[in-house]
């Protein structure tokens, strides 16, 4: 089947695989997947509103503060449906342990299936301290469960213990619990327990970097991942100006920095990962990616897929996940097509 692309800036059709456009050095979401059967006007509106939407992302900045970041929540709150999804099943606040956090949501297709759906579980951000998988009345972060259901999946979204009461290592622990929940439940929620997927944006990338970092934490356990995709995270405390968010979770004393950063466990690892950076993440962000890919390229000799998100800052990118022009999305159904066994 053909996959349509709108080309963002030059306003044209491009008729081609996602292979080939990958062979051309573009990533997917250069454009955005579009059905052939809608009207190219309805294509047009959406690419004009997206241009006006990166404008006022641009015009945002690039520091992360409440101010920010309730600024691009506000942008993007009408943009979105609210439960309930035609087609999509919740199961809010399955309990996966025994604090009042340990709460997951599992997203399923409407109509049963034969075959079990791969697992894309997600953990949100909120600077270690704050946070949750979904507020009611609002889309966030149900469009990261319903985008999974859309695109052959099942989703699962979490919440975990914060800090400044919880430190690390409290959320490998967490994470390894939702793996544990999930290969032991997931059969019976249609879920294929061979073939789950670790997503995390901003401190929730931090806490699956760090979870795929420190196997010894759950051990004997094994880690149960096919592969990880991590968006804008934190994964060198060393080369951190750790700011008080951070110290809250990793502790003061700094000569532990070392033993709790994520960066040589996750070169020593072989979990495949696909790494997105915001083109308006503060500059900080920026380094930790950059190092990232250095290791990784080191472990593998190659990048891996790296996705730089355009138009967006810390937040925005996340929240637009789902939506006409996404560039996450269609990247990461290319990364795991790219590592089928």
Request: glycine share 10%.
């Amino acid at each position: 089947m053909k996959v349509e692309w709108v080309n963002q800036d030059l306003n044209t059709i491009v008729i081609a695989s996602k292979q080939s456009i990958l062979r051309m050095g573009i990533c997917p979401g250069a454009g955005y997947r579009l059905p052939q059967d809608e009207a190219i006007s309805v294509h047009l509106a959406t690419m004009m509103n997206s241009k006006e939407l990166a404008a006022q992302i641009r015009s945002i900045g690039r520091e992360v503060n409440f101010d920010t970041l309730n600024a691009t929540r506000k942008l993007y709150t009408p943009l979105h449906p609210v439960a309930p999804f035609p087609g999509v099943v919740i199961h809010r606040d399955l309990k996966y342990g025994d604090h009042e956090r340990h709460r997951l949501d599992v997203f399923q297709p409407e109509l049963a299936e034969k075959q079990p759906r791969p697992v894309l579980i997600f953990i949100h951000g909120g600077g270690f301290v704050r946070g949750d998988k979904y507020t009611p009345g609002s889309p966030f972060y149900d469009n990261i469960g319903v985008w999974a259901v859309r695109n052959g999946f099942c989703g699962v979204n979490i919440t975990h213990r914060l800090a400044p009461e919880f430190q690390w290592p409290t959320v490998i622990q967490d994470v390894a619990g939702v793996i544990a929940w999930v290969r032991n439940h997931g059969k019976a929620q249609g879920l294929d327990i061979g073939r789950i997927y670790l997503m995390g944006q901003s401190a929730g990338a931090a806490h699956a970097a760090s979870y795929i970092a420190h196997p010894g934490q759950y051990a004997p356990a094994p880690h149960g991942l096919s592969g990880a995709i991590l968006l804008s995270g934190l994964y060198n405390l060393e080369t951190l100006a750790v700011d008080e968010l951070t110290r809250s979770y990793f502790g003061d004393d700094t000569s532990l920095y070392r033993e709790r950063s994520s960066i040589e466990g996750m070169k020593n690892s072989s979990v495949p990962f696909l790494v997105a950076l915001a083109e308006h993440d503060p500059a900080y962000f920026e380094r930790q990616a950059l190092e990232l890919l250095a290791v990784l390229h080191a472990r593998d000799q190659r990048l891996p897929l790296f996705v730089h998100l355009l138009g967006h800052n810390h937040l925005s990118g996340i929240l637009h996940f789902g939506l006409a022009g996404d560039r996450l999305g269609p990247a990461i159904l290319e990364f795991i097509a790219s590592h089928l066994d």
